[in-house]
């Protein structure tokens, strides 16, 4: 089975713009979640997609974004970029069937604002 | 809000030793979830272990194996037989039933050394 993939790996993008990202989960697993990570806060949690839909949130603003399709892929997208969005973002899948299941990590895409 | 405290940001373990990384959390959930994440340098996010709060047996794979005290809300990791392939940044987290968030402490650091 392949892996979680996450394109591009890595991005530069300046002040102002705005940047979408892409997860492609393991085939079969319907959760997508996002995290954020940083040197100064770690790993922080962003959104959790099941089926097209928010499962949950974290704590980030509105410029965030985030959105799942039919085939269980999903796309987050940061508007109006800041230098403080500077990060590797992870993207992790995993099944529904039960909890406390196995997430998934990919290899993350890193995002440099200038 | 669940939190997640690794205290120690650095290790180091002479090859073939034995280490313990230590992990405290703070919840008001009964039925929870641990996990210690191990993520190598410049690779993917790997799950080591996992333990199901309401089971008192501390989980255990080959080298790995915690030492799960739910009263005290700690939940260290032991690697036994450090090899250099073990060197990375150990992640400990946290997740409720509620959805697949993860709360992840700081993580720790370890260099296992020849």
Known sequence: KAGVTQTPRYLIKTRGQQVTLSCSPISGHRSVSWYQQTPGQGLQFLFEYFSETQRNKGN???RFSGRQFSNSRSEMNVSTL??????????????????GNEQFFGPGTRLTVL | AQTVTQSQPEMSVQEAETVTLSCTYDTSENNYYLFWYKQPPSRQMILVIRQEAYKQQNATENRFSVNFQ????????KISDSQLGDTAMYFCAFKDNAGNMLTFGGGTRLMVKP
Request: net charge neutral; with cysteine.
């Open chain 1, 60 to 62: 980030f603003p509105g």
């Open chain 1, 82 to 99: 800041e230098l403080g969005d500077s990060a590797l973002y992870l993207c992790a899948s995993s099944a529904w069937d039960r909890l």
């Open chain 2, 70 to 77: 739910k009263a005290a809300k700690s939940f260290s990791l």
